[in-house]
């Protein structure tokens, strides 16, 4: 590699080369005698600019900047999975090794093993032609995830040696192609992929199914397509980690890639803890067997914040071209944006509102656009669901990051800072928030779950909306004037909250419920409100109804019926019926 | 060779501009003589080819363009360690000033660190006790935890910090291992005093290391004390496995240092006038508090920052909410009426404390307990708002009950001793008290186990 240009500025992570340079925009290129990676983000032909990924202290006017002729890019390959990456794809456990608990400079690792040896059975044949997309070979990559070789897009071929299965290592050429002009390409187990590049697909399809998580208020009431978008914004202590946390456990997606974007260290020991001791209910394996991590906490350079959430898009991306569905939490893309915003800083550009950048909002849908459910090169179906947490400074919601993401997510889960100082979790605010699938998804809950599943959620969702109203009331003259049909609709309200919405994210039956338990929830509380309904009209008093204990017996059926017994609602409505005869008779 | 750089091109706010300079590093420390005598270090911030923009720690005040001569040393700022810094006391650049002498260093570290490598951390899961009832039931503090103290100014937060110094049970029995590193920035010297004889008093000065950064002190030293506290607070914990706890005031002053000298640098501001990367700044001081594979030692950090007019927003408590592992906020309306500590529970959270209690480690009902207690004064709330409109008089009997519950968990509960040295045991059994008071049907966040356990009617008359 030869070095022609050399440092002459440099502040924090901003670094300048002086006169015209033949280097290229967003070309990588590693800086001093210690190598720091950076890339290029700016040139005219008097200054290049460079972003370095690392801390810049001690370098030098003219210390070396060395180009690499390639734009930043991640090593795609089998090894992905159930690893830990920085911002920039260098896996931190191998850095570990090298530099001990304190992440020196410079440290250049490979994102993948290329030691390590994968159980490869070849599936393309001599004669084969393979295009863009085409699998030609597969291994299994953890217990539950076939890893599938796919030929880059770009390319296309007829076979002309391929490898009988064995074991290779990623750098091993198993497949040969000869393309049209007869030059020879070799397949190895593993490709670079530029990470602000997305990767391209055949078309994209109509997003129809939900991504389940087991979360109730998520699933019933606001639920998000596989392949599409939401927002989780909410002021510090609201639960946005700990939201993020349960539907990377918990969600029926294949895989996930979990983006720890200038968040606690701390946290990231706790994901990497806790999800290896946790074991998916459906595979009975670890569920970091299907998870990545990418951590790049808050005292970690801050230009590789910026990169660390197109490295996850591209890990995901790979995967989902395998015909995967893919979820990607980010958490959280305001810290993103401020890293965005303190880039621009140095770069002395104009900023638009509270100093961020006025490319932002072009930038955020630029990673919002990434998701969706696809037909992929090779004919299979593979989704990208994108989960962002936002932290709205001051948690005020009306500032440009959150305001912008609004604009390109189609779910809004907005976190209620009341709602978590009364640790009612998870703390989504019902009456704030909302999902643009709803409609979408409605024909799958009818056919998949129970016909009446839609209707029932929108009397659930009509109570909440009628309290809302009377508790404006209450809040003047109290609760104990109102009529006994009105407080039935309060005490209703509160088991809908206190029974359904909330959610205990520690008890082993209520961290995920099963789409059909939540049915029934929904039957049993719609079904008490009718009869309490009916019961009060024929003249009984709501106090004797809550006296009888029904309300509180409802507010306990998460906890009293055990996910595997969930038939024991079905006699919820008789013993209703019962209690409430009674009272009549009375 | 050494080259002496005799005048300087420019002089702008705290920085000086020197022109032709040889090999200059990023972030290199200077010194400069002046004429008559007296020596200033500074720090290289920026440069641009053999011009380089230096930042001086103690002030340009006095500097001409002709009365200097610089020297660059060749490195980056580091701070000389030894184990007998402990009982030592420094200034905000980590030189000695109780007249005891130099250190004798046994490594000096670069005083910004290195970020600890998330798959190194080990995640925080023993509890310490405070002996306070509101933050060892409710805000539990964990070991390796950053939990600051949201207050204002005139509240009692270094009265709060020193008790749970002195109560602290932070090792699980070998007390040797304790030590207290204390950074005070921009402080009022008789708050730094009250810290220093508080210390005494409780007979830990010669466990406390202090960085004193007073409020009449140059800013930029306030931008580096913090740093140097950390780097010993890390010196201690993790090369001789000490349990120490960072007590850092005030964060507020920091964050307006930080300000001021970006203003002078010609940032381009962000919100209220603070420089754009205050978040990365602050993160890389709260991000050194935890533990480590393969160290016995811990660090633990209370950092205290007074909110500008009590303001949760402003950018600095806000900034700081998101980085440290929950916060402790005291109220100014319980301060005023004499309830000490002014903790108001609700906005208060540590976000550990989900994996360092229950079973095992306090107590099984502890988790329960304490979101019960949350649940129930966030309703207590409600009533009082409503209270205000309809008069205590109207309101339901189990409203009124609420009341009197509310009421009496300010009291008993929240109110406690300066000296009172309250046990978790005795804490939650204060808990379950008042919860007694309210009928059992309004305890939805327990279960029935529990409730038979723990809860007793009849305490409700007492």
């Given at each position: 590699m030869e070095c022609e240009n050399a440092v002459f500025g440099i502040n924090g992570p901003v670094i300048k080369v002086k006169g015209k340079t033949n280097l290229s925009m967003m070309e990588m290129v590693y800086v001093g005698n210690e190598r720091l990676a950076g890339e290029v983000i700016r040139l005219d032909d008097s200054m290049t600019t460079i972003q370095v990924y690392e801390e810049t202290t001690g370098l030098r006017p003219g210390d070396p900047v060395y180009a690499t002729g390639e734009q930043l890019s991640l090593l795609l390959g089998p090894g992905i999975l159930d690893n830990i990456f920085d911002g920039i794809g260098r896996p931190l456990k191998e850095i570990e090794e090298r530099c001990g608990a304190f992440i020196s400079r410079g440290a250049s690792v490979s994102s993948l093993s290329a030691e390590r040896e994968w159980d490869v059975t070849v599936t393309a044949k001599v004669g084969d032609t393979l295009s863009g997309g085409a699998v030609y070979a597969t291994c299994p990559e953890t217990t539950i995830i076939t890893h599938k070789c796919i030929v880059p897009p770009n390319i296309c071929g007829v076979v002309k040696y391929a490898k009988p299965s064995g074991k290779y290592k990623i750098h091993d050429t198993v497949v040969t192609l000869t393309d049209q002009n007869g030059n020879d390409i070799d397949l190895t187990l593993c490709r670079q992929w530029p990470i602000r590049i997305s990767r391209p697909i055949a078309e994209r399809l109509y997003a129809n199914a939900p991504l389940i998580t087991g979360q109730r208020i998520i699933d019933t009431l606001f639920p998000v397509a596989k392949g599409g978008t939401a927002a989780i914004p909410g002021g510090f202590g609201t639960g946005k980690t700990m939201t993020q946390h349960q539907l990377a456990k918990w969600c029926d997606a294949d895989i996930i890639v979990y983006v720890g974007c200038g968040e606690r260290g701390n946290e990231m020991s706790q994901v990497l803890e806790e999800f290896s001791a946790l074991i998916d209910p459906k595979s009975g394996r670890p569920i970091t067997d299907r998870t990545v991590l990418i951590a790049n906490t808050s005292n970690m350079p801050v230009a590789a914040r910026e990169a660390s959430i197109y490295t996850g898009i591209t890990m995901a991306e790979y995967y989902r071209d395998m015909g995967y569905h893919v979820a990607i939490m980010a958490d959280s893309t305001s810290r993103w944006a401020e890293a965005l915003r303190e880039i621009s800083g140095r770069l002395e550009e104009m900023p638009a509102e509270e100093g961020f950048p006025a490319y932002l909002p072009s930038r955020l849908s630029e990673f919002y656009e990434r998701a969706g459910l696809v037909r992929t090169l090779n004919g299979a179906t593979g989704s990208i669901t994108i989960i962002g947490a936002v932290s709205p400074q001051g948690s005020d919601f009306s500032e440009p990051v959150t305001q912008n993401t609004k604009r390109f997510t189609r779910c809004f889960w907005a976190l209620d800072k009341s709602l978590a100082y009364a640790r009612h979790y998870p703390a989504i605010n019902w009456l704030t928030s909302y999902s643009e699938y709803g409609a979408d998804l409605n024909k799958w809950y009818n056919d998949n779950v129970g016909e009446d599943f839609t209707k029932l959620r929108d009397r659930l969702s009509l109570i909440l909306q009628e309290e809302a109203k009377l508790m404006e009331i209450v809040k003047l003259?109290?609760?104990?004037?109102?009529p006994d049909d009105q407080k039935l609709v309060i005490t209703m309200a509160k088991v809908i909250r206190v029974g359904f919405l909330q959610q205990n994210a520690f008890h082993k039956d209520d961290t995920f419920v099963p789409l059909e338990k939540q049915l029934k929830m929904m039957r049993a509380i719609i079904y008490l409100n009718r009869a309490a309904k009916s019961a009060i009209a024929a003249g009984v008093s709501l106090s004797a109804i809550i006296s009888a204990g029904l309300f509180d017996k409802l507010t306990r059926i998460k906890y009293d019926v055990p996910n595997d017994q969930m038939d024991l609602i079905d006699k919820y409505p008789a013993e209703i019926d019962e209690a409430i005869a009674s009272l009549r008779a009375q | 060779m050494i080259f002496e750089y005799i005048g300087v091109k420019e002089i702008q706010g705290s920085l000086i501009v020197l022109d032709e300079v040889e090999c200059p590093s990023f972030e290199e420390m200077v010194e400069i003589r002046l004429d008559n005598g007296t020596k200033r270090s500074g720090r290289i911030i920026r440069l641009e080819g053999d011009r380089a923009v230096i930042q001086v720690f103690e002030g340009t005040k006095g500097i001409s363009l002709v009365n200097t001569r610089t020297v660059l040393k060749g490195k980056p700022m580091e701070l000389s360690l030894a184990p007998e810094i402990l009982g030592r006391v420094f200034n905000g650049v980590g030189e000695p000033i109780d007249a005891l002498g130099k250190i004798y260093p046994t490594e000096k570290n670069n005083i910004n660190g290195t970020p600890i490598n998330p798959v190194s951390r080990v995640y925080p899961k023993n509890y310490i006790s405070t002996g306070v009832s509101s933050i060892d039931t409710l805000i539990t503090l964990i070991r390796g935890q950053k939990l600051p103290i949201f207050s204002g100014s005139g509240m009692k937060h270094n009265e709060l910090a020193v008790q749970i110094v002195r109560?602290?049970?932070?090792?699980?029995?070998?007390?040797?291992n304790f030590c207290v590193v204390f950074a005070a920035m921009g402080v009022k010297n008789d708050i730094a005093d009250y810290f220093r004889r508080s210390f005494e008093e409780s007979g830990v000065l010669e466990k406390v290391v202090m960085f004193i950064n007073l409020a009449n002190d140059p800013i930029i030293e306030r931008i580096l004390t913090p740093r140097c506290a950390l780097t010993a607070a890390e010196y201690l914990a993790f090369k001789h496995n000490m349990h120490v706890l960072v007590i850092m005031t005030d964060m507020t002053a920091y964050a307006e240092a930080c300000r001021e000298f970006s203003s002078s640098n010609g940032e381009i501001p962000g919100r209220k006038g603070f420089p754009g990367y205050l978040y990365s700044d602050l993160a890389s001081l709260y991000e050194r508090a935890g533990m480590i594979k393969g160290s016995g030692g811990s660090v633990t950090q209370i950092p205290i920052l007074t909110m500008p007019n009590d303001d949760?927003?402003?950018p600095v408590p806000d900034l700081t909410g998101y980085i440290t592992e929950g916060q402790i906020v005291l109220d100014r309306t319980l301060d005023s009426s004499g309830i000490y500590p002014p903790v108001s529970v609700l906005p208060s959270l540590s976000r550990l404390m989900k994996d360092g209690i229950g079973a095992g480690y306090t107590r099984e009902d502890h988790s329960a307990l304490s979101n019960q207690l949350f649940a129930s004064y966030a309703k207590v709330q409600d009533v009082r708002s409503l209270a205000s409109v309809?008069?205590?008089?109207?309101?339901s009997s189990s409203d009124k009950k609420l009341l009197e519950f509310g009421k009496r968990f300010e009291n008993e509960f929240v109110k406690q001793g300066f000296n009172e040295n309250r046990t978790l045991e005795q804490s939650l059994s204060l808990g379950w008290k008042l919860l007694s008071s309210l009928p059992k049907s309004e305890l939805d966040r327990v279960d029935n186990d529990m409730l038979a356990k723990y809860y007793s009617e009849d305490t409700a008359e007492n």
């Open positions: 003259i109290g609760e104990d004037v109102l | 109560q602290a049970n932070i090792t699980d029995s070998e007390e040797a949760i927003t402003h309809i008069g205590e008089e109207e309101l």
